[in-house]
Antibody, heavy 120, light 106 residues
Framework: EVQLAESGGGLVQPGGSLRLSCVASGFTFSNYWMHWVRQAPGKGLVWVSRINNDESTITYADSVKGRFTISRDNAKNTLYLQMNSLRAEDTAMYYCARSKVVGATMFDYWGQGTLVTVSS | DIQMTQSPSTLAASVGDRVTITCRAS??????LAWYQQKPGKAPKLLIYTASSLETGVPSRFSGSGSGTEFTLTISSLQPDDFATYFCQQYDSYSTFGQGTKVEIK
């Protein structure tokens, strides 16, 4: 059974940093592109970032470019999102998600999410 | 950036109703359109991809159609488990989601 489990969320002050993790199981992690998607409370879904199998292709939404860094450790079946210079508008549930098709930003499995709250 | 506009924002329906949700793209996205269902406190679930392909395990009462800039999600006979929020997503150019359609009990 495919499972994605995020962790690392919490309350952080504006300007602070957090590192999110997503542990994958039930599939060959190294074969799949992975993504982060966020959802502010009561709002819609926003794609944040993507990374391919070997980290040679990485893309960010304009809203996080220069502040967030996506990475992965295929030996540990883990996806990461390093978030720096956090702002109030980064407050959201953060989901990791798996690409259904290589290179496509469309997701067949999602984690349960980890909540990030940016507030003083 | 490609904008996605869903309508309606909210829809009240009864069990057994036929329900249609529309999604319009600001430019052609070919057939790179997906539909997701989300229930409160849960992650989204993929229903339809490539505009009309049914994801494995999704009931056949869900169907999708369209190409270019206009797409629809149809639930042929609404079931109690279908009351949820539905999002469309374009993946022709990175990804953009619609604002969502909440299907409520009438």
């Amino acid at each position: 059974e495919v499972q994605l489990a995020e962790s690392g969320g919490g309350l952080v002050q504006p300007g602070g940093s957090l590192r999110l993790s997503c542990v994958a199981s039930g599939f060959t992690f190294s074969n799949y592109w992975m993504h982060w998607v966020r959802q502010a409370p009561g709002k819609g879904l926003v794609w944040v970032s993507r990374i391919n199998n070997d980290e040679s292709t990485i893309t960010y939404a304009d809203s996080v470019k220069g502040r967030f860094t996506i990475s992965r450790d295929n030996a540990k079946n883990t996806l990461y999102l390093q978030m720096n210079s956090l702002r109030a508008e980064d407050t959201a549930m953060y989901y990791c998600a798996r690409s259904k098709v290589v290179g496509a930003t469309m997701f067949d499995y999602w984690g349960q999410g980890t909540l990030v709250t940016v507030s003083s | 950036d490609i904008q996605m506009t869903q309508s309606p924002s909210t829809l009240a329906a009864s069990v057994g109703d036929r329900v249609t949700i529309t999604c319009r793209a600001s430019q052609s996205i070919n057939s790179y359109l997906a539909w997701y269902q989300q229930k409160p406190g849960k992650a989204p679930k993929l229903l339809i991809y490539t505009a009309s392909s049914l994801e494995t395990g999704v009931p056949s009462r869900f169907s999708g159609s369209g190409s270019g800039t206009e797409f629809t999600l149809t639930i042929s006979s609404l079931q109690p488990d279908d009351f949820a929020t539905y999002f469309c997503q374009q993946y022709d150019s990175y990804s953009t989601f619609g604002q969502g359609t909440k299907v409520e009990i009438k």
